[in-house]
């Protein structure tokens, strides 16, 4: 078997746009580290709203930035870097003002700033879901990642 982290990209017969956004399987050789970190959900972006609020952590675009910066510092703080995240999972609640689904799009959005861009083209798998309630309760999103590097020498 081969030493290196192999990524199978989706299908091209998946036609939906959502498709291109993550990989289908990722192969990690036994020579690789492996990290998960606890789920991440946003740092307060609007001290003066109301504590504990969607104000005080802000729309969802917003809070997908925050955690993915913060993943970002993470990560780098334990020599890795986004483009070693082999799996996402991401958590939504539904904003309070909103009927229907999580704003998945906003997320989206924001998330290939991250993921499959030309400064970091790698895929992780991905998971979203969508959940009754998180910890906090303002966050609309709570994200988790397991990363992996393969160890030189």
């Known amino acids: 078997m081969s030493d290196a982290i192999v990524r199978h990209p989706t299908p091209r017969r998946l036609e939906a746009s959502w498709a291109r956004e993550f990989a289908e399987a990722i192969e990690v050789p036994a020579s690789a580290r492996t990290i998960t970190l606890s789920g991440v959900g946003a740092l307060p972006s609007n001290l003066d709203a109301e504590p504990h609020s969607v104000g005080y952590f802000g729309d969802l675009r917003t809070q997908t930035r925050s955690v993915f910066d913060q993943i970002q510092a993470i990560l780098e703080g334990k020599g890795y870097a986004l483009g070693d995240v082999i799996a996402v999972q991401a958590l ?55 990363a992996a590097r393969v160890v030189n020498g």
């Open 92 to 146: 939504f609640v539904v904003e309070p003002a909103r009927t229907g689904p999580p704003d998945y799009g906003a997320f989206s959005s924001v998330y290939a700033d991250y993921f499959g861009s030309s400064a970091q083209p790698h895929l992780p798998t991905r998971t979203r879901a969508q959940v009754v309630g998180l910890v906090e309760p303002g966050w609309l999103v709570e994200v988790t990642v397991t």
